[in-house]
Protein backbone atom coordinates (compact mmCIF):
# COMPACT_ATOMS: atom_id res chain seq x y z
CA UNK A 1 0.00 0.00 0.00
CA UNK A 2 1.14 3.80 -1.12
CA UNK A 3 -0.37 7.02 0.56
CA UNK A 4 0.55 10.03 -0.85
CA UNK A 5 -0.71 13.22 1.20
CA UNK A 6 -0.52 16.45 -0.37
CA UNK A 7 -0.46 20.20 1.35
CA UNK A 8 0.47 23.48 0.66
CA UNK A 9 -2.27 24.95 -1.30
CA UNK A 10 -4.44 28.44 -1.05
CA UNK A 11 -5.49 31.28 -2.34
CA UNK A 12 -2.40 33.74 -3.51
CA UNK A 13 -2.32 36.70 -5.34
CA UNK A 14 -1.04 36.95 -8.90
CA UNK A 15 2.49 36.98 -8.89
CA UNK A 16 2.98 35.26 -5.15
CA UNK A 17 4.12 32.21 -4.33
CA UNK A 18 3.23 28.82 -2.62
CA UNK A 19 5.01 25.43 -1.74
CA UNK A 20 3.48 22.21 -2.27
CA UNK A 21 4.64 19.45 -0.47
CA UNK A 22 3.82 16.00 -0.92
CA UNK A 23 4.49 13.18 1.99
CA UNK A 24 4.75 9.34 0.61
CA UNK A 25 4.56 6.37 3.43
CA UNK A 26 2.80 3.03 3.19
CA UNK A 27 4.05 -0.70 3.32
CA UNK A 28 5.66 -0.70 -0.23
CA UNK A 29 6.50 3.16 -0.79
CA UNK A 30 10.17 3.30 -2.08
CA UNK A 31 12.29 6.19 -2.12
CA UNK A 32 13.28 5.17 -5.52
CA UNK A 33 10.33 5.84 -7.14
CA UNK A 34 9.57 8.27 -9.40
CA UNK A 35 7.80 11.60 -8.20
CA UNK A 36 5.86 14.05 -10.24
CA UNK A 37 2.79 16.69 -10.17
CA UNK A 38 -0.10 16.86 -12.24
CA UNK A 39 -2.44 19.70 -12.03
CA UNK A 40 -6.49 19.42 -13.30
CA UNK A 41 -8.11 23.07 -13.80
CA UNK A 42 -12.09 23.08 -13.86
CA UNK A 43 -13.48 21.51 -17.00
CA UNK A 44 -10.15 20.40 -18.50
CA UNK A 45 -7.87 17.08 -18.09
CA UNK A 46 -5.08 16.65 -15.92
CA UNK A 47 -1.90 17.90 -16.94
CA UNK A 48 1.68 17.20 -16.12
CA UNK A 49 3.62 20.02 -14.20
CA UNK A 50 7.18 18.33 -13.15
CA UNK A 51 8.69 15.31 -12.42
CA UNK A 52 12.04 13.81 -10.47
CA UNK A 53 13.69 10.81 -10.15
CA UNK A 54 15.17 8.98 -6.84
CA UNK A 55 18.50 10.69 -7.14
CA UNK A 56 17.07 14.21 -8.58
CA UNK A 57 19.35 13.73 -11.30
CA UNK A 58 17.00 13.62 -13.72
CA UNK A 59 14.06 16.68 -13.53
CA UNK A 60 11.94 17.37 -16.10
CA UNK A 61 9.06 19.97 -16.13
CA UNK A 62 6.35 21.23 -19.08
CA UNK A 63 6.96 23.75 -21.19
CA UNK A 64 4.34 26.08 -19.63
CA UNK A 65 5.58 25.96 -15.90
CA UNK A 66 9.96 26.05 -16.84
CA UNK A 67 10.88 29.06 -15.09
CA UNK A 68 8.51 28.96 -12.60
CA UNK A 69 8.29 26.03 -10.60
CA UNK A 70 10.69 23.97 -9.06
CA UNK A 71 10.67 20.63 -8.01
CA UNK A 72 12.40 18.55 -5.48
CA UNK A 73 12.42 15.65 -3.49
CA UNK A 74 13.79 14.91 -0.07
CA UNK A 75 14.26 11.03 -0.28
CA UNK A 76 15.50 10.13 3.01
CA UNK A 77 11.63 11.75 4.36
CA UNK A 78 9.86 10.11 1.59
CA UNK A 79 9.22 14.30 0.72
CA UNK A 80 8.66 15.88 -2.93
CA UNK A 81 7.85 19.78 -3.11
CA UNK A 82 6.68 21.89 -5.52
CA UNK A 83 8.02 25.39 -5.43
CA UNK A 84 5.61 27.93 -7.01
CA UNK A 85 6.67 31.31 -7.91
CA UNK A 86 5.02 34.22 -10.02
CA UNK A 87 1.44 32.13 -10.06
CA UNK A 88 -0.84 33.73 -12.40
CA UNK A 89 -4.32 32.38 -12.21
CA UNK A 90 -3.75 30.27 -15.20
CA UNK A 91 -2.56 28.33 -12.89
CA UNK A 92 -5.46 27.98 -10.81
CA UNK A 93 -6.02 24.21 -10.52
CA UNK A 94 -6.18 20.78 -8.05
CA UNK A 95 -2.14 19.97 -7.60
CA UNK A 96 -1.91 16.17 -7.04
CA UNK A 97 1.11 14.25 -6.57
CA UNK A 98 2.13 11.21 -7.99
CA UNK A 99 3.83 8.14 -7.44
CA UNK A 100 5.63 5.89 -10.53
CA UNK A 101 7.64 2.73 -9.63
CA UNK A 102 9.39 2.49 -12.73
CA UNK A 103 12.74 4.45 -13.31
CA UNK A 104 11.51 6.38 -16.39
CA UNK A 105 10.71 10.24 -15.45
CA UNK A 106 7.92 10.49 -17.82
CA UNK A 107 4.70 13.01 -18.60
CA UNK A 108 2.71 10.08 -19.12
CA UNK A 109 0.00 10.03 -16.59
CA UNK A 110 -0.58 6.57 -17.08
CA UNK A 111 2.87 5.46 -15.70
CA UNK A 112 2.22 6.72 -12.39
CA UNK A 113 0.21 4.18 -10.25
CA UNK A 114 -0.01 5.98 -7.06
CA UNK A 115 -2.37 9.03 -6.93
CA UNK A 116 -2.93 11.69 -3.65
CA UNK A 117 -6.41 13.63 -3.29
CA UNK A 118 -5.12 16.77 -4.30
CA UNK A 119 -4.56 20.38 -3.15
CA UNK A 120 -6.28 23.25 -4.36
CA UNK A 121 -4.16 26.53 -5.39
CA UNK A 122 -6.45 29.30 -6.23
CA UNK A 123 -4.66 32.80 -7.71
CA UNK A 124 -6.51 35.85 -7.69
CA UNK A 125 -6.10 38.49 -10.33
Known amino acids: QVQLVESGGGLVQAGGSLRLSCAGSGRTFSSRYVMGWFRQAPGKEREFVAA????????YYADSVKGRFTISRYSTKNAVYLQIDSLKPEDTAVYYC?????????????????WGQGTQVTVSS
Open 52 to 59: INWSGSTI
Open 98 to 114: AADPRLEVTDNPGNYDY
